[in-house]
């Protein structure tokens, strides 16, 4: 019984380059939402996505990202002409459904470094 | 902006003593409130929840206790252990939408 999947670990990339992270939720999950979190803060949202649909994507920055979830597949967040701000671990997590409280259960998160 | 180089708070306690973790969150709609711990290099680990019309949850070891009131969250870990040295989080649901917005963390140290 997996948990939340997240891959890879780690992420090195240089400025100017595209990074994918990618996100498979744990089984019979249907909800996806990424977080990032800078060196002791907290965790941020960014967006929040059903089955090829994004449902809240308030925390996303208006440029260069970008997040799906598609109907086959991983959810993927994707992070074009990376800049070194956006070094950060970035985690994905899923639940069964939106109503009622369901619990978000993380994976074990991206870190990317951007040199 | 965002702050960069933040210490967190840290709250030190012998092994065996009991722990009081402290919350204040943001929105008085919120309605669905989270603990979670986080170890070095890990993703959060759910410890424990609570609905907004409950004031209190026990666990296995843990206690939450929720002050509408004065949006004050606590996280109560009896007989603490080495093992409970981590980050801690709590969490916030604004509406059912299901986005958490997260608390700055405060750093547990549990001494031998």
């Known amino acids: 019984n997996a948990g939340v999947m997240q891959n890879p670990r780690h992420l090195v990339r240089r400025r100017g380059q595209e990074a994918r992270l990618r996100c498979s939720p744990m089984k019979g999950h249907s909800h996806v939402y990424w977080y990032r979190q800078l060196p002791e803060e907290g965790l941020k949202f960014m967006v929040y996505?059903?089955?090829?649909?994004?449902?809240?994507e308030s925390g996303m920055p208006k440029e260069r990202f970008s997040a799906e979830f598609p109907k086959e597949g991983p959810s993927i967040l994707r992070i074009q002409q990376v800049v070194r701000g956006d070094s950060a671990a970035y985690f994905c997590?899923?639940?069964?459904?939106?109503?009622?409280?369901?619990?978000?259960?993380f994976g074990p998160g991206t870190r990317l470094t951007v040199l | 902006g965002e702050s960069v180089g933040l210490h967190l708070p840290t709250l030190s306690v012998q092994e065996g003593d009991n722990s009081i973790i402290n919350c204040a969150y943001s929105n008085s709609a919120s309605d669905y409130f989270i603990w979670y711990k986080q170890e070095s290099g890990k993703g959060p680990q759910f410890i424990i929840d609570?609905?907004?019309?409950?004031d209190k949850r026990q666990g296995q070891r843990v206690t939450v206790l929720l002050n509408k009131t004065v949006k004050h969250l606590s996280l109560q870990i009896a007989a603490t252990q080495p093992g409970d040295s981590a980050v801690y989080f709590c969490a916030e649901r604004y509406n059912q939408g299901g986005k958490l917005i997260f608390g700055q963390g405060t750093e547990l140290s549990v001494k031998p």
């Open positions: 997590a899923s639940s069964p459904g939106q109503g009622g409280y369901n619990e978000q259960f």
């Open positions: 996505l059903q089955k090829e649909n994004i449902i809240d």
């Open positions: 609570i609905r907004s019309n409950m």
